[in-house]
Nanobody, 124 residues
């Protein structure tokens, strides 16, 4: 059984930074593409960023491009999301996800494995 556990969330002010981590345990998922999603209260879960299992390709939502950076260990044991220049609209629960499917697509239904999420709150 595979477990994804997020950490690193918290309360920060506008313009500050946070680094989220996603630790993967259980069976090997080294060849899974991985991603971050987020969900704000009353809104649907939305794509944030994704990275191919090779680490050679990434994909970002327009709203976070140039502010957030996704990275991971080659073994896929840990994935990170470096978030800079945070804004109040970044406030949400952030989830890590993994898929055995092809590509680093922004659709949450393409991902089979999910963590429980970590709260990020950005005050104005």
């Amino acid at each position: 059984q595979v477990q994804l556990v997020e950490s690193g969330g918290g309360l920060v002010q506008t313009g500050e930074s946070l680094r989220l981590s996603c630790k993967v345990s259980g069976r090997t998922v080294y060849n899974y593409n991985m991603a971050w999603f987020r969900q704000a209260p009353g809104k649907m879960r939305e794509f944030v960023a994704a990275i191919a299992w090779t680490g050679t390709s990434t994909n970002y939502a327009d709203s976070v491009r140039d502010r957030f950076t996704i990275s991971k260990q080659p073994s896929n044991n840990t994935m990170w999301l470096q978030m800079n220049s945070l804004k109040p609209e970044d406030t949400a629960i952030y989830y890590c996800a993994a898929t055995a499917g092809y590509g680093i697509l922004p659709s949450p239904e393409r991902y089979q494995l999910w963590g429980q999420g970590t709260q990020v709150t950005v005050s104005a």
